[in-house]
């Protein structure tokens, strides 16, 4: 294996609660030093009102090496410390405990458009920004006529920033720090920028500079840009390194991880629509009616969905679709010529049946619509359950399949000609 | 350049012999000076500085006129005032004269002071995305005052021309009472930018102290009022030394302010010295505070 370049010990990093995005006035340490013995005196007491901990770790006993040329992911869920992890790394802020060692020039993209000035044309951001991602002056002149390019605002580029369309500006800011060349690259979900067209252009760049033999260390909420770039992926739970694994692997925890209790209530679920019908419950149930999350590959299954409508007798219909943790569809269910209609009591409960669910083994999420086809959408719920294919002997194969395969298996006929 | 040219150049690292290993650990002990580190990104600093300067007279009418109106329009006041009524002694210099070769050195103290307290919480956004020795900040601050300066210093030789007096010998020793001048802004500067992160009321105090501290060196008056023997005492203000340097460095009148100039010398080599310590220390919080 290839040099050790990032090696990370028991990194951990603790904030005061409060700390983090307040700043102190006097008058506050005054009245904190008054308030002082009195809250000696009230902690100390026994059965105390006052257990709020006083400190959080956003980041603790995270262990990891990374090997020259890596191109690993970060994920996890909101505040579970990816953004500290890379910003310990970056040495935008200081470790609490532990010690981390890197080998190499280290560049950071934490932001897009780090120190870009309003006042300034485009090419003098270009330049500032540039020296302060940690660019020369020679390399920012080198690169300038390629940036402005990738940038697509070669028109404007001696105009005020502040005239910019904000799309504009967020090219510009990705092209500068696209062009940063450093050894190692951290990256905070800054590809989530500007239209889908550019959005690509920068997956593309990104590859290109993976492919380059850097070392990229990069956190997305993105599973497809995951999928596309990464051999590795950490997963932080809670400010704890959770699983370091082969990225499917991760993103399947994660999604589970971060999904599951969305599954359990449809409060918390992701949705659009005009409302007229709601979806209140999605469940996948076995042959036998059993609800589960884990099926094997073959079986035949139910999904049982739930719901309420504005009024009885509202005509509507139904589909469902499953996908892949990285956001592709995979199977689409469509009845068009079935109409389905609420009850006297507004409600509904529908029960589609899939005979033998031949998807490759992996994590899927169903989604599911309900609404007039070509009219109007009721309800769309993203996520409404999960399901774990699994392989076993449903389907006669003899060695272990994944979903890197293929997503779909089919019973096939060969037949030897010669 | 062709494109073809431009990929054979060899990638040049933006950061001469960079360290080879770099250790991330929780900061240790009081003292942790890096000042190598800050030559290494000098280049960084000198963005700074030249960003200082584009946007300082950004939209503004008159543009760095401004420069010059305003340690002119205070010398005129200051002349009607101080000088045309309270008849406070020059040294026999005209009152203009007088007066704005110490507004230069003040005018330029008191920007500088402004812009090194503030940077640190201005540039907040910067300082919780990238990493760089914020050691740069006020430095930069501080250095990009100087243009100003250099501006108001070409009216004065003018205003020298104008009253029929030629530049002394001792205009040679202007670059040291300037760099004391200058560390003078900095250690000062140093302590506030830190301070002023974590309390904003550095904010609202800075105005009253920059004019406090105005009536306590000599720009209004000369240091020959104070009493000799308290003389010492008052050069612990470095800015004394400074002022009372300019002017005599500038227009060659008078004793040189040697006694004032020692104290003033000591006081901004242990004032830089803390605040460097100071800040270094500091700076490891600035981005959980700022």
Redesign the interface.
Known sequence: MSQVVIHCEQLGKR?QIG??ER?????D?LANSFQAPWRLFRSAAPGSSNGRPKHIWAMRNVSFEIHEGEVVGIVGRNGAGKTTLL????????????????????G?L??VG??F?P??TGR?NT??SG?????????IN?KFDEIVAFAEVEQFIDTPLKHYSSGMQMRLAFAVAAHL?PEILLVDEVLAVGDIAFQKKCLGKMGEVARGGRTILFVSHNMGAIAQLCQRCLLLVDGHLALDDAPERVVSAHVKNSLQPSSEGETTWERSGSGRARITSVAIRDELGAQCSTLSMGQNLYIRIGGCAERSDLEFTLAAQFVTCWGIPVLYLYNQFKNFRSGADKSFLIDVFVPRLLLMPGLYFLHVWVGLSGQEEFDYVKNGATIDVIQSDCVPITLPIHQHLGLVYSYVEAQQLR | MSVTQ?TV?P?????PA?P????????QGWLELNLREVWEYR??LY?FV??DL??RY??TAIGAAWAVLQPFLTMIVFSLFFGALARIPSHGLPYPIFYYSALLPWMYFAGALQNATSTVVDQQ????????PRLVLPLAAVLSGLVDLAIGFVVFLGMMLYYGMTPQATILLLPGFLLLGVLTALGVGLWLSALN?????VRYVLPFLIQFWMFASPVAYPSSLVPERWRWLYGLNPMAGVIEGFRWALTGQGQPPNLLLAASTGAVVLLVAGGVVYFQKME??F????
Request: proline share 6%; hydrophobic share 45%.
């Open positions: 904030y700390q983090r700043y102190l006035a006097l008058r340490v910003k310990v790394l970056a040495r935008v802020t200081r470790p609490t405990e532990g010690h981390a060692e890197v080998v190499g020039r280290m950071s934490l932001e780090t120190g000035h006042e300034l003098e330049y500032l020296a302060i991602l940690g660019m020369s002056k020679r390399e080198r060349e | 431009q150049l990638p040049t690292p933006a950061l960079a080879p290993l770099l250790r991330i650990a929780p900061p280049e960084l963005f030249w960003r584009k946007i950004k939209q956004r910067v300082i919780t995305k990238v990493y760089f992160a974590i309390y904003r009321d490891a919080t981005a959980d505070v700022v």
